[in-house]
């Protein structure tokens, strides 16, 4: 862990920039990069019922384009907050949430994730997937989940 980067998931929320707060620590503390990854849903238009006032592709060019400005944006607030040898990545993926955070920890040789919980409980806990709970389980690496 203490060499490989810090994968840190968002959905631009803020239980996740306050979990990305704990990953802009704790890679300035063991000196690592930090990877900040957006799963972008496959946009809900034609191919999906056909409900869309926009074209699929109208849509996505504009999902794609909001993440990335988000991501910039975020991007460039970090490299203030990291050591000046510490770089800051990002991506974007489609598709399964917990399964593109997986597959990207993998394909990236991550060291460890830090990923925020919305705290689910109870009744909406069982009716809805929790994503880092998924991630915690399945995860080769270490998983920091921030509530």
Known sequence: MRSRQ???PTDFSETASHALSYAVEMAA???VN???LHVASEPFGVHNYGISVRSDHELEQQLYADAHSKLDHIKQQL??????NSKVESQI???GVERQILAD???NDVGMIVIACHGHTGIDHMLSSNVAEG???RAKCPVLVVK
């Open 6 to 8: 810090i994968l840190c």
């Open 29 to 31: 503390l063991y000196g």
């Open 34 to 36: 930090l990877r900040i």
């Open 79 to 84: 490299r203030e907050q990291l050591p000046p």
């Open 93 to 95: 993926r489609v598709g």
């Open 105 to 107: 920890a993998e394909s």
């Open 135 to 137: 991630v915690a389980n």
